[in-house]
C-alpha cells in the first residue's frame, strides 16, 4: 500500500522534533496528528509564520503517533514524501532507531522530488489548498505523484 506523508516539525541542526503528520493512502484514507510533547516555545520564526498557524493545538502523544500510523500504514507500505529526507527521519524516530521500525516496515522512503528531478520538471501543476500544513502537504504529495505517473 502506497502511503504519502509529510511532517512539520521543529529543528535546529541537531534535533528534528516532530509537530504533526499527515498521511494518505491509495484508497484515500487520512491520518492527520499533533504531537503534544513537542516544545513549540523552540519554533524558528519561519515555524512560527507558517507552520504553527496550520496547526490546532490538539495534540497527542509521541506514543499515541507511533501507534497511529503504525495502525495506519500497515505492514507493508510503501512511503513517498517531498523533499523527504527530514521526513523520513523524523517519521523513523517515532520507533527508535532505523533498526526498531516496524516489521515489515522498508528502511527507506521514495522521494517525489527526486522522481521530478529525473523527469526535468522543477515545479508541480497541482496547487496544494494549504502548504505547510502536515495533512494538506500530503494529500499534495498524493496528487502530484499521480499526475506524474500517469
Same mark, same amino acid.
Given at each position: 500500500?502506497?502511503?504519502w506523508? #509529510?511532517?512539520? &516539525?521543529?529543528?535546529? @541542526?541537531?534535533?528534528?522534533?516532530?509537530?504533526?503528520?499527515?498521511?494518505?493512502?491509495? $484508497?484515500?484514507?487520512?491520518?492527520?496528528?499533533?504531537? $503534544? #510533547? /513537542?516544545?513549540?516555545?523552540? =519554533?524558528?520564526?519561519? +515555524?512560527?509564520?507558517?507552520?504553527?498557524?496550520?496547526m490546532?493545538g *490538539? @495534540?497527542?502523544?509521541?506514543?499515541h503517533? =507511533?501507534?497511529? +500510523?503504525?495502525?495506519? =500504514? @500497515?505492514?507493508?507500505?510503501?512511503f513517498? =514524501?517531498?523533499? $523527504? #529526507?527530514y521526513?523520513w527521519? +523524523?517519521? /523513523?524516530?517515532?520507533?527508535?532507531?532505523m533498526? !526498531?521500525?516496524?516489521? @515489515?516496515?522498508?528502511?527507506? /522512503?521514495?522521494?517525489?522530488?527526486q +522522481?521530478?528531478?529525473?523527469?526535468?520538471?522543477?515545479?508541480?501543476?497541482?496547487?496544494?489548498?494549504?502548504?505547510?500544513?502536515a495533512?494538506? !502537504?500530503?494529500?499534495?504529495?498524493k496528487?502530484?505523484?499521480? &499526475? &506524474? *505517473?500517469?
Amino acid at each position: 500500500m502506497k502511503i504519502w506523508f #509529510d511532517t512539520e &516539525f521543529i529543528e535546529d @541542526g541537531k534535533t528534528i522534533d516532530l509537530l504533526s503528520i499527515g498521511m494518505v493512502n491509495e $484508497a484515500g484514507d487520512k491520518l492527520y496528528l499533533e504531537n $503534544a #510533547d /513537542c516544545d513549540r516555545t523552540r =519554533a524558528s520564526d519561519w +515555524v512560527r509564520d507558517n507552520v504553527l498557524p496550520h496547526m490546532s493545538g *490538539a @495534540g497527542v502523544s509521541r506514543k499515541h503517533i =507511533a501507534r497511529s +500510523v503504525k495502525t495506519f =500504514a @500497515g505492514g507493508n507500505p510503501e512511503f513517498w =514524501a517531498y523533499y $523527504a #529526507d527530514y521526513d523520513w527521519v +523524523v517519521l /523513523c524516530q517515532l520507533y527508535g532507531t532505523m533498526m !526498531d521500525l516496524p516489521d @515489515g516496515w522498508p528502511m527507506y /522512503c521514495r522521494d517525489l522530488k527526486q +522522481v521530478m528531478d529525473d523527469l526535468g520538471v522543477d515545479k508541480s501543476p497541482i496547487e496544494n489548498a494549504t502548504e505547510h500544513n502536515a495533512l494538506s !502537504d500530503a494529500i499534495w504529495t498524493k496528487r502530484t505523484h499521480e &499526475f &506524474f *505517473a500517469t
